[in-house]
């Protein structure tokens, strides 16, 4: 049987609901475990060979400590316990930051727009592995012994450029802007898949594509994966959750991950 680990900050709660889905049909093939922190504190969890989380003295608070435990039942974890990792909606670059070419440039060979500026593809390029190595993956991440390391970016939810007024969302992202050409969005997300695989290939860890069928035409994740739903925005005392995704996304994203690391083997929801 193969252990998996699944770590990460709030966007691991769509894929525990999703494998309360899947695990009926899964659970004598891959034993899955989780390990995640909420955002104010999710960037303090640390290393030290080979065990993760709350490792280093007196970086997280008393309340912080509890929270962890309460919601794995443990405040540290050891990786290379584990045949395979999947890392979810981390902070890692690559993705939300690519709508500021969108807002600012146009790029040659991939889209024309009505925009002055213009950058070369091969500026493009430059410019997004920048990005990458801003805040490139910690090292421990590929250099564990044993288990393969997968990471799955957060998704960017198209419920977050409707029409919708910004005081009732809980996050109102970056390619929000009326300033951002949406119809020139797909073929610069496309293309920055291509640059991102080859950048965490480099580094010994696998990008898992978000599967094609939670999105839309223009590459963002449909409204229906949403967590909340999209009638309720706006609505009196509600804030509306257009970026955590639902139980039908994670169940969705864990077949796609399962199908990679279990290949004839995880089965079809």
């Avoid at 030290?48 to 309460?70: C, F, Q, R, W």
């Avoid at 999947?86 to 790029?107: C, D, N, Q, S």
Wanted: charge should be negative; include cysteine.
């Amino acid at each position: 049987m193969k252990r998996v680990l699944i770590v990460g900050n709030s966007h691991v709660a769509a894929l525990r609901s999703g494998w309360e889905t899947l695990s009926a049909s899964l659970q004598d093939r891959v034993d899955v475990a989780f390990f995640s922190a909420p955002v104010p504190f999710f960037d303090k969890l640390g290393f030290d060979a080979p065990l993760y989380g709350d490792v280093t003295p007196n970086t997280m608070t008393h309340e912080h400590i509890e929270t962890l435990a309460k919601i794995n039942g443990h405040t540290r974890v050891d990786l290379e316990s584990f045949d395979e990792i999947l890392l979810a909606g981390m902070y890692w670059p690559g993705r939300h930051e690519i709508t500021h070419f969108l807002k600012a440039f146009a790029v040659d060979g991939l889209y024309d727009a009505e925009i002055k500026q213009r950058l070369t593809l091969t500026a493009f390029i430059e410019f997004y592995q920048a990005i990458l190595e801003h805040r490139a993956a910690g090292g421990f991440w590929s250099t564990l012994r044993r288990p393969n390391v997968t990471l799955m970016l957060s998704p960017m939810p198209v419920a977050i450029i409707r029409q919708l007024d910004a005081g009732a969302l809980l996050w109102h992202e970056a390619w929000a802007s009326p300033e951002i050409d949406m119809d020139k969005m797909r073929p610069i997300l496309d293309y920055k898949s291509t640059l991102a695989q080859t950048y965490y290939a480099s580094r010994g860890i696998d990008l898992l594509p978000q599967p094609a069928t939670t999105l839309t035409e223009i590459g963002l994740t449909k409204d229906i994966y949403c967590r909340d739903r999209l009638d309720l925005a706006g609505s009196p005392d509600h804030k509306f959750d257009a970026y955590h995704m639902n139980g039908a996304f994670g169940a969705i994203c864990l077949q796609a991950y399962f199908d990679r690391i279990m290949p004839g083997q995880a089965g079809v929801v």
